[in-house]
C-alpha cells in the first residue's frame, strides 16, 4: 500500500508540474519531425525504420526518466522516504511510476510511426507486442535502478546516458532483432530465444534492483 500511495504522489506531482511529460512530448515531436524532414522523399527500408523507431525510444527515455529519485533530492525529501518507507517499497513506487512513464510514452511513439512512416508494417504483431511489453519493463526497471544511483551525483544530466547505454544496449539490440522478426513475419516460436533473452533480462534487472537498492538508496 505504501508503494501504491507512493506511486500516487508521483504522478500526481507530474500532472501538477508536467516535466517529465513536456519533457517527453517535445523530445518525441522533434525526434521524429527532424527524421521525416531528413529522410524527405527518399525511400528507407523496413528495418532501418524499425530500429530508428528503438533509437527514438532509447533516446526519449533518457529526457523523461532521469527524474524519478532527482526531484526527492531537489525537494529535500530523500531523508523523509528513508525514514517512513522501506527501500523495497520505495523502489516498487518510483517503478510502477517509471513503468506508466515508459508505457505511455512509447504507445505514442508507436503509435506515431503507423501513421507517419509508410514502411513500417508489422507482420506479426502478437510478436511485437510481446516485445514491446518486455521491452518497456526492461526499459523502466533500468532506468529507475540508473536514476537512483545518480540523484546524488553533481553531473546528473551527463551521467545519467552514460550508465543507461551499455546497461540498455543488451536490451535495446534484442528488441531491435524482435522487431525485424515481426516485420517478416516470423511466429513466436522462431523468435523464442530472442524472447528469452529478454524475458530474462527483466528478471535479472528486477532482481538486481531489489537486491541491490537498499545499499544505494542509503549510500
Request: charged residues 15%; without cysteine.
Amino acid at each position: 500500500m505504501k508503494a501504491l500511495a507512493l506511486f500516487q504522489k508521483d504522478w500526481k506531482s507530474e500532472v501538477r508540474t508536467r516535466y517529465a511529460i513536456n519533457a517527453l512530448a517535445m523530445f518525441i515531436l522533434v525526434t521524429i519531425s527532424v527524421i521525416l524532414f531528413s529522410i524527405g522523399s527518399e525511400k528507407i527500408t523496413d528495418y532501418l525504420t524499425g530500429g530508428l523507431l528503438w533509437v527514438v525510444i532509447f533516446f526519449s527515455a533518457m529526457s523523461g526518466l532521469s527524474r524519478a529519485f532527482v526531484s526527492e533530492e531537489e525537494r529535500g525529501t530523500t531523508l523523509t522516504l528513508q525514514l517512513i518507507a522501506a527501500p523495497s517499497t520505495v523502489f516498487s513506487g518510483k517503478l510502477l511510476f517509471n513503468v506508466l512513464l515508459v508505457f505511455l510514452m512509447n504507445f505514442v511513439i508507436t503509435f506515431l510511426y503507423e501513421i507517419l512512416f509508410e514502411s513500417f508494417t508489422i507482420e506479426n504483431y502478437s510478436l511485437f507486442a510481446l516485445a514491446f511489453l518486455f521491452g518497456n519493463i526492461g526499459i523502466a526497471v533500468s532506468s529507475t535502478m540508473i536514476a537512483a544511483i545518480i540523484s546524488k551525483a553533481s553531473s546528473k544530466g551527463t551521467l545519467y546516458p552514460v550508465l543507461s547505454f551499455p546497461i540498455l544496449l543488451p536490451l535495446i539490440l534484442t528488441l531491435l532483432e524482435l522487431t525485424k522478426f515481426s516485420m517478416d513475419g516470423k511466429t513466436i516460436e522462431e523468435s523464442f530465444v530472442e524472447l528469452a533473452i529478454l524475458v530474462s533480462y527483466d528478471v535479472i534487472m528486477l532482481t538486481a534492483g531489489y537486491l541491490l537498492f537498499d545499499f544505494i538508496w542509503k549510500d
